[in-house]
């Protein structure tokens, strides 16, 4: 079930009626969005994990990381950032990157699942 032809970039495109937003101008919008929530996020989270990405990149190189880090070596530091953080030493953001190190296994599990050396989560991400 098709709606009628909406105009993008001076074409006419048909779009799936289930998937259409129709908002009080007249305007339509796909939902293929409504699953993810980027609104929701942190901006003071977002802010501190760039700060530590920054770190990184003067430390070690710019994408560094992506060359593949063992899952296994990401969480361990994620761990000990965690416990630094309870143990109150404040000599670095130990939450952000603690964060930072836990995405990047996200990331690893999509995109680099060969980084991915817990045994319990070989399969899943093979």
Same mark, same amino acid.
């Given at each position: 079930m098709y709606e009628p032809e909406v105009e993008a970039l001076g074409e006419q495109v048909m779009l799936p009626q289930e !998937?259409?937003?129709?908002?009080?101008? #007249? &305007?339509?919008?796909?939902?293929? &969005?409504?699953? @993810?929530?980027?609104?929701?996020?942190?901006p003071i989270g977002l802010r501190?994990? &760039? @700060?530590?990405?920054?770190?990184?990149?003067?430390?070690?190189? !710019?994408? /560094?990381?992506?060359k593949g880090i063992p899952a296994s070596v990401m969480l361990n530091h994620a761990i000990r950032h965690i416990?630094?953080?309870?143990? #109150?030493? /404040?000599?670095?953001?130990?939450?952000a990157h603690a964060a930072w190190n836990i995405l990047g296994v996200c990331h690893f599990e999509e995109a680099l699942?060969?980084?991915?050396?817990i045994l319990a989560r070989k399969q899943e991400c093979a």
């Open positions: !998937e259409l937003a129709r908002f009080s101008t #007249g &305007a339509v919008r796909s939902t293929d &969005a409504d699953g @993810e929530r980027w609104d929701l996020i942190t501190r994990l &760039a @700060e530590t990405c920054a770190e990184g990149a003067r430390k070690y190189g !710019e994408h /560094n990381w992506q416990y630094l953080y309870l143990a #109150g030493d /404040n000599s670095e953001d130990h939450l699942p060969e980084m991915m050396d």
